[in-house]
């Protein structure tokens, strides 16, 4: 009865590798989002889509990308890993992307890169 | 620098005892968002206050807004063990716009 889930809970990788990190959720939300929280637990928005469309699109490296199959899932791709990379990046949705709209967090992926 | 700043950054009571946090934030804002995160989990969404509302409550929850000021309090009364966690404010500039969240303030309580 997981509402939003992500994998891998954990992910240690060396620099320059590339690495993706899923997103599901189950609560028929229309719009899903990744955020990046530093080791000080500063939570910063990266990306957000509506219904698979890109519609935030923070000051984002592009070696990242986001990748929405469908409307439940929000996929993050990264290329070429660098140290400053590791941190917890989290996957939220909330029902629409009104602001409004409380969002649902899941529980974390830790990447680590070494 | 971020919109949202909680004080303090740390905070630690005895069960039982309430438990205050402030947010401020530097430009006009649609409304407010108080989340928790407990250690090595997602964040949960506690309060949703507007820019044209004062004062919310939710449980043992109270929040306060004062767009004068620009700043947000949360207070939990009462607190449990289980209020342990790290309490973020997260805020939002106009309608559709995305969330802007504080550095966070880490509450402890003591049993």
């Known amino acids: 009865d997981t509402a939003v889930s992500q994998t891998p809970k954990y992910l240690v990788t060396q620099m320059g590798n590339d690495k993706s990190i899923k997103c599901e959720q189950n609560l028929g939300h229309d719009t899903m989002y990744w955020y990046k929280q530093d080791s000080k637990k500063f939570l910063k928005i990266m990306f957000s889509?509506?219904?698979?469309?890109?519609?935030i699109n923070e000051t984002v490296p592009n070696r990242f990308s986001p990748k929405s199959p469908d409307k439940a899932h929000l996929n993050l791709h990264i290329n070429s890993l660098e140290l400053g990379d590791s941190a917890v990046y989290f996957c939220?949705?909330?029902?629409?992307?009104?602001?409004?709209?409380?969002?649902?967090f899941g529980p974390g992926t830790r990447l680590t890169v070494l | 620098s971020q919109q949202g700043e909680e004080d303090p950054q740390a905070l630690s009571i005895q069960e039982g005892e309430n438990a205050t946090m402030n947010c401020s934030y530097k430009?006009?804002?649609?409304?407010l968002q108080w989340y928790r995160q407990n250690s090595g989990r997602g964040l949960v969404h506690l309060i949703l206050i507007r820019s044209n509302e004062r004062e919310k409550h939710s449980g043992r929850l109270r929040v306060t807004l004062d767009t004068s000021k620009k700043s947000s309090s949360l207070l939990i009364t009462a607190s449990r063990a289980a209020d342990t966690a790290s309490y973020f404010c997260?805020?939002?500039?106009?309608?559709?716009?995305?969330?802007?969240f504080g550095g966070g303030t880490r509450v402890l309580v003591k049993p």
């Open positions: 939220a949705s909330s029902p629409q992307a009104g602001d409004l709209n409380e969002q649902f």
């Open positions: 430009t006009s804002i649609n409304n």
């Open positions: 889509y509506n219904n698979k469309e890109l519609i």
């Open positions: 997260a805020t939002t500039k106009a309608a559709g716009n995305k969330l802007t």
